[in-house]
């Protein structure tokens, strides 16, 4: 989530931290991501790392939304985009994609995924 910041474009910053899933080595694909293996295999049933998990969240879901809103004061994004619900479906699009890459889905349709992802977000 680096590039978020450093990126001239907000929309591009997106972009990129999209496609760094399907853009990673097979290796990275099939490892994942320690985040989103804990959310699925452990946080409903241990409330120590269901915390850890949630404080986490809400740091990449911050830097999401403050993204988002950064691309709608430059024109990228509609301003009638609740900035919120765009920041969570991104978050979702994101462990999704590095679900999907960890069960072996192909690059080519994960970058079909971050395509349709975007062109949601522009739509709106």
Do not use: W
């Amino acid at each position: 989530m680096e590039c978020l910041r450093a990126h001239p474009s907000p929309l591009g910053a997106i972009r990129e931290v999209l496609l760094s899933i399907p853009n990673g080595t097979q290796k990275a694909r099939a490892r994942g991501c320690l985040f989103v293996n804990a959310t699925a295999e452990l946080a409903h049933a241990d409330a120590e790392v269901a915390t850890l998990l949630k404080t986490g969240g809400a740091v990449g879901y911050g830097a999401l939304e403050r993204v988002v809103k950064e691309a709608q004061r430059k024109g990228e994004l509609s301003p009638k985009l609740d900035a919120r619900v765009a920041a969570s479906s991104l978050l979702a699009a994101i462990g999704g994609l590095r679900l999907s890459a960890k069960a072996g889905t192909p690059p080519e349709a994960l970058r079909d995924v971050v395509d349709f992802t975007l062109a949601g977000l522009k739509a709106r």
